[in-house]
């Protein structure tokens, strides 16, 4: 399994259906309840003052990861960076 650093920040218009937006923001917590229990999201921090989250994801690759991301009902707001992670031999986890 490869690990990836993920930033996430939601880009929500302005002027957008405040019912639409109160629906997703509850699908949005179901389905990373379910990414979560898959093995997917292994940590998750927001970003004080911004509509923004940092996570520590894990997939067996980039397009499984892709496939889970996109799975988010936020997706087509979301400004997302993705960084594949690499053991690193000073890692106080493994000495």
């Keep these: ?48 003052g911004r509509w923004a989250n940092v996570g520590l994801w894990r997939a067996k690759n980039a397009s499984i990861l892709h496939e889970a991301l996109s799975s988010l009902p936020f997706f087509p707001w979301l400004d997302i960076s993705v960084r594949p992670l690499a053991e690193h031999p000073s890692d106080p986890e493994k000495n």
């Design 1 to 48: 399994m490869m690990e990836f650093l993920v930033e996430i920040e939601v880009n929500w218009p302005n002027d957008s259906d405040e019912e639409l937006k109160q629906d997703l923001i509850r699908d949005e917590a179901i389905r990373a309840k379910e990414l979560i229990e898959e093995g997917y999201i292994i940590r998750l921090w927001r970003i004080p």
